[in-house]
């Protein structure tokens, strides 16, 4: 037996996922009905009181940064997938996965030539140096 209820854990799901915790946000989106912003936010802070909300928002949240860790090598090995083994997807599909390999690739960008033997890591390093150096600029500034 749960010790939340079906609107407790949308309110939670809700507020780990998609609105950024956000608690306005997630009581609106979990079903929760009231007259003004700020009884939905007084509301929402009485549930992040309760232990048992609490707890489940903590798995929410390791699961979601577990996740985030995962999700781009996840999402490109899927994109080669579907463009390579999969026949029943459509050409259409297949041009879309391709374009968004070469986004994330930054091969659409003027400014950049592609090196066709870049590895992952090389392509992470100069990633990191650009942003570095756009930080280091913003510092100094």
Request: charged letters at 30%.
């Amino acid at each position: 037996m749960s010790l939340l209820t079906d609107k407790e854990k949308a309110f939670c799901e809700i507020y780990v996922w998609f609105s950024n915790f956000d608690i306005e946000t997630a009581m609106r989106m979990a079903g929760y009905t009231y007259a003004t912003r700020r009884d939905f936010v007084a509301a929402g802070r009485k549930l992040l009181k309760n232990q048992h909300i609490h707890n489940h928002i903590a798995l929410l949240v390791e699961e979601r940064n577990g996740a985030l860790t995962m999700d781009k090598f996840y999402v490109i090995e899927k994109l080669k997938r579907e463009f390579i083994e999969n026949d029943k997807v459509g050409e259409s599909n297949k041009l879309r996965a391709l374009e968004l390999l070469g986004k994330h690739m930054d091969m659409w960008s003027e400014k950049k030539v592609v090196n066709p033997v870049q590895t992952e890591a090389d392509h992470v390093k100069q990633s990191f140096e650009k942003r570095f150096t756009v930080v280091n600029n913003e510092a100094h500034s």
